[in-house]
Every structure is written in structure tokens, then in C-alpha cells.
């Protein structure tokens, strides 16, 4: 089960690893990342079913389609190199292109709505919370003020407001001025730590005997999801849920000269006992 399909990368390395009668369950909230992993897994026919949504719904999902357990469930979460790479997307300070960060664009809030409608409270509290961003007092108020003269539509508008917003001394660090605050906005236009923890919670209890649910993030808040999650999950059933990664596993020098991006990333996993008595009904150990 590939919770994250993006480029169709993992789903076709697990296709391959699994081959020949492996069969991949595939679903990702951006209808145009289904769409072109279909063209991609379209070789391997029978074997691969795509659905779009998100895993927060994993549960009802796998109910409706009749599967009962997986071997193998992904997340690498985050945003995808397609995603990054389309400016109409919104999702890159990098590129001009519509403040919009939508990954499900069913969904009715963009990026600019949050931007020049919430008070300065709540949007100050976005930037504490999901980009743990330093300046951000700083950069809510000279949002507000600058949306009462012109509405932020356009995401270098807002990139540029932002490193006006920053102090020189902000701006000499490492990362662009923008990162922080573009990571709270795409968190909470995708309420993306709400479908984590119930997505977490759903999948595991998915997991066949032996079977794996096997989670990569980009940055802290989600990290620390993930770890007390795993933790949560083994406190409550010890004899059916380990850790298997003690400590996360992170790229390699090689890995990160290859893939710059991955740089950040930390995977973590866990493991249904294989073996493990089952639970009946009342939630006691049989
Ligand atoms: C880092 S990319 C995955 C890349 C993929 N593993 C590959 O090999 O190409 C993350 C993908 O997950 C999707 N995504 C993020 N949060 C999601 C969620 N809650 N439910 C479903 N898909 C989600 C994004 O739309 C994006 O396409």
C-alpha cells in the first residue's frame, strides 16, 4: 500500500519487488499525481489499483475495497518534485505562479484565502506552529498590512513581502527567508498533521502478520508525529506492534549528493509481530 504515490517512484520499485503477483494499492490526495502513476504502473495491468485521496481515510478506503490486511504500507510524506516544480501549483517561493498550495484542489482553501483573510492572531500562530518560524510576528504583521493595500495573490508577492518582513541578520542564514513560512501555510492549507495522525493510527491497524508500515518526513513536527505515534502504538499492544528503527534512518552522503532533497528526510518503522495473537472483538488479547 503506497499511501503517497507522487511520481510513482516507490510504487514501482515495490511492483518490482514484489513481482510477480505482488498487488499495490495506491492513492494520493493530487488527482494529477494519480492520473500520471497510472501512465507510469500501467505495464504491470491487474496488479496495481490508484485511488484519489487521502490517507486519513485509509481505513474506510481499504474497507470499501474488501482488503482486510497489507504486508506493506508507505507514507513519504511531503510535497512531491512534480508538485515543487509546477508553479501553477503554488507550492515553490522559487517561481511565480497563484498562492494556491492545494494538494486535493476539490478543496475550497488556498494558500492566498488563508493569507488575506485570517486575523493576525490565527495567522501568527500558523507561522509559530507549523514553520517553528523565528520571525514570524514580524512577518503576520506586515502581511496584514500589506493585504489592506493589495490582496497577496502571487507567490514570489509573497515571498518578496516576506524577506522585507525579515531582519538582515534573518536573512543571511541558510535557508531563503521564505521556507518557514511557505511550510506553515502548505501545512495548514492541507491540514497535513491531522491527516498524518489519523492516518498513522488507521494503518496500522492494517497490518497483516510481518507486515510493515514504513513512514519517511521532512521536518520535525512531523517527525515527532511519527515517534510518539510508533511509541503510543506498542504502549497499547505491546505483543502485536514493535519498532523496528530505533533510531530514524537518514540519507548518506552519496544519497544526498544524488538526491539533494532528501536531505531532510527521516524513515521510520514498525512492525506487526508476525505471529501475534489476534484481538477479539472487546480489544482483549485472545
Ligand atoms: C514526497 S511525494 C511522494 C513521492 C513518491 N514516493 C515517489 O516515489 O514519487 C508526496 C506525495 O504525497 C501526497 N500526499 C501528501 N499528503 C497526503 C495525504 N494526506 N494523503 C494522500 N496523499 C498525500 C502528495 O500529494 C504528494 O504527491
Known amino acids: 500500500m503506497d499511501c503517497t504515490l507522487g511520481g510513482g517512484g516507490h510504487a514501482e520499485a515495490i511492483l518490482e519487488a514484489t513481482a510477480p503477483d505482488g498487488l499495490l494499492f495506491g492513492i494520493d490526495r493530487d488527482e494529477e499525481a494519480v492520473r500520471r502513476a497510472g501512465e507510469r504502473l500501467k505495464r504491470y495491468g491487474t496488479r496495481v489499483r ?3 485521496d487521502g490517507f486519513k481515510n ?6 470499501t475495497l ?3 490486511g497489507a504486508d506493506g504500507i508507505l507514507m513519504d510524506l511531503g510535497v512531491s518534485t512534480l508538485q515543487l516544480m509546477d508553479s501553477e501549483r503554488g507550492f515553490s517561493f522559487q517561481k511565480d505562479g497563484p498562492l494556491d498550495m492545494r494538494m486535493d ?3 475550497s482553501v488556498t494558500a492566498a484565502a488563508l493569507v488575506n483573510s ?3 492572531p490565527q495567522l501568527l500562530q500558523i507561522l509559530f506552529e ?3 518560524e523565528r520571525w514570524a510576528r514580524r512577518i503576520a504583521r506586515t502581511i496584514v498590512h500589506e493585504r489592506q493595500k ?3 495573490t502571487r507567490t514570489l508577492q509573497l515571498a518578496d513581502l516576506i524577506r522585507r518582513a525579515v531582519p538582515r541578520s534573518g536573512r543571511a542564514q541558510r535557508i531563503h527567508p521564505a521556507t518557514r513560512t511557505f511550510q506553515a501555510l502548505r501545512i495548514a492549507v492541507n491540514q497535513e498533521l491531522d491527516q498524518l495522525t489519523g492516518g498513522l493510527s488507521n494503518a496500522a491497524s492494517f497490518l497483516n502478520g510481518g507486515g510493515r508500515l514504513c513512514v ?4 520535525s513536527l512531523e517527525d515527532r508525529i511519527v515517534k510518539r505515534t510508533f511509541k503510543a502504538l506498542v504502549r497499547a499492544e505491546p505483543e502485536r506492534i514493535r519498532v523496528i528503527t530505533k533510531k530514524p534512518v537518514v540519507p548518506g552522503p552519496d544519497e544526498i549528493r544524488i538526491n539533494p532533497r532528501s536531505r531532510s528526510a527521516k524513515l521510520r518503522a514498525v512492525e506487526r509481530i508476525p505471529d501475534a495473537p489476534a484481538l477479539n472483538v472487546s480489544g482483549t488479547v485472545c
Open 50 to 52: 490508484l485511488l484519489h
Open 58 to 63: 485509509l481505513g474506510t478506503l481499504l474497507k
Open 66 to 68: 474488501g482488503v482486510q
Open 105 to 107: 484542489r476539490r478543496s
Open 118 to 120: 485570517l486575523p493576525e
Open 130 to 132: 507549523y514553520g517553528e
Open 150 to 152: 493589495t490582496p497577496v
Open 216 to 219: 519517511i518526513s521532512f521536518h
